[in-house]
C-alpha cells in the first residue's frame, strides 16, 4: 500500500565507492523527483523526470546519475562517494509537472565514511 | 530567484493551544501554489495544507489553517488544538508555473514541540 517507496532506507559506504538508491511510486504519476536534504535539514531538488524524460537538472555533480526505466520507477547512481553526499535523498512524484503538490517517499540516508 | 523564508527555526506550544508558524516568500510570478510540509521524527514528509494563489480564500483543513495575503507574499500555518504528534518540522514551499516549474522551493523549516 506504500504510495512512494524507496530502497534502501539508510546505507552507510565509504568514499570511493558507487552506489544505488531505488524509488517506485504506485500511485500512476508520470513525473517523479529526486531531493536532497542537507545535515541542517534543508530541502533542494536535484532532478525530475516527466514519462521518464529528463525535465529538470539542477547543479549536482556529473558523480550523480539519474535513470528512470519507465513511469514508476526513478534510481539515483552515484559514483565515487564523497563525505559531502552524506545527507538524506527523498524521491517523490506527482501527476503531471504543474502546480500539483509532491507525494514524497519515506527518505534514504546515506552516510559516507 | 525563488527564496522561502522561514524566520522562525524553533517554537513550542503547549498541548491543546494554538500557535502560528511564519512563512514568506518572494516570487515575480502571478501562478503559484504554496505548501506546508510536516517532517516528523519518522523523516517522512508528509503534505499538511496547500493554498493556489489566485484562490483568495485561505486553505483549511481540520485543525490547520492558512493565513495566505498575496500581496505582503506571507503565507502562515496556524495549528489549533496542537497534539503531541504534532511535534515535528513543518516546511514552507513553493512551486510556480514559469521558470519554477515542477521545483518545489522549500523553506529551511520551523521545528515544532508541542509540550504537555
Known amino acids: 500500500d506504500t504510495a512512494v517507496s524507496q530502497t534502501p532506507k539508510y546505507l552507510v559506504t565509504q568514499m570511493g565507492n558507487d552506489k544505488s538508491i531505488k524509488c517506485e511510486q504506485n500511485l500512476g504519476h508520470d513525473t517523479m523527483y529526486w531531493y536532497k536534504q542537507d545535515s541542517k535539514k534543508f530541502l533542494k531538488i536535484m532532478f525530475s523526470?516527466?514519462?521518464?524524460?529528463?525535465?529538470i537538472n539542477e547543479t549536482v555533480p556529473n558523480r550523480f546519475s539519474p535513470k528512470s526505466p519507465d513511469k514508476a520507477h526513478l534510481n539515483l547512481h552515484i559514483n565515487s562517494l564523497e563525505l559531502g553526499d552524506s545527507a538524506v535523498y527523498f524521491c517523490?512524484?506527482?501527476?503531471?509537472?504543474?502546480?500539483?503538490?509532491?507525494?514524497f517517499g519515506p527518505g534514504t540516508r546515506l552516510t559516507v565514511t | 530567484a525563488q527564496t522561502v523564508t522561514q524566520s522562525q527555526p524553533e517554537m513550542s506550544v503547549q498541548e491543546a493551544e494554538t500557535v502560528t508558524l511564519s512563512c514568506t516568500y518572494d516570487?515575480?510570478?502571478?501562478?503559484?501554489?504554496l505548501f506546508w510540509y510536516k517532517q516528523p521524527p519518522s523523516r517522512q514528509m508528509i503534505l499538511v495544507i496547500r493554498q493556489e494563489a489566485y484562490k483568495q480564500q485561505n486553505a483549511t483543513e481540520n485543525r490547520f489553517s492558512v493565513n495566505f495575503q498575496k500581496a505582503a507574499k506571507s503565507f502562515s500555518l496556524k495549528i489549533s488544538d496542537s497534539q503531541l504528534g504534532d511535534t515535528a518540522m513543518y516546511f514552507c514551499a513553493f512551486t510556480g508555473r514559469g521558470s519554477t516549474l515542477g521545483r518545489l522551493y522549500f523553506g529551511r523549516g520551523t521545528q515544532l514541540t508541542v509540550w504537555p
Open positions: 517523490a512524484s506527482s501527476q503531471g509537472t504543474g502546480l500539483q503538490e509532491q507525494y
Open positions: 516570487t515575480s510570478e502571478n501562478n503559484y501554489y
Open positions: 523526470y516527466n514519462n521518464k524524460e529528463l525535465i
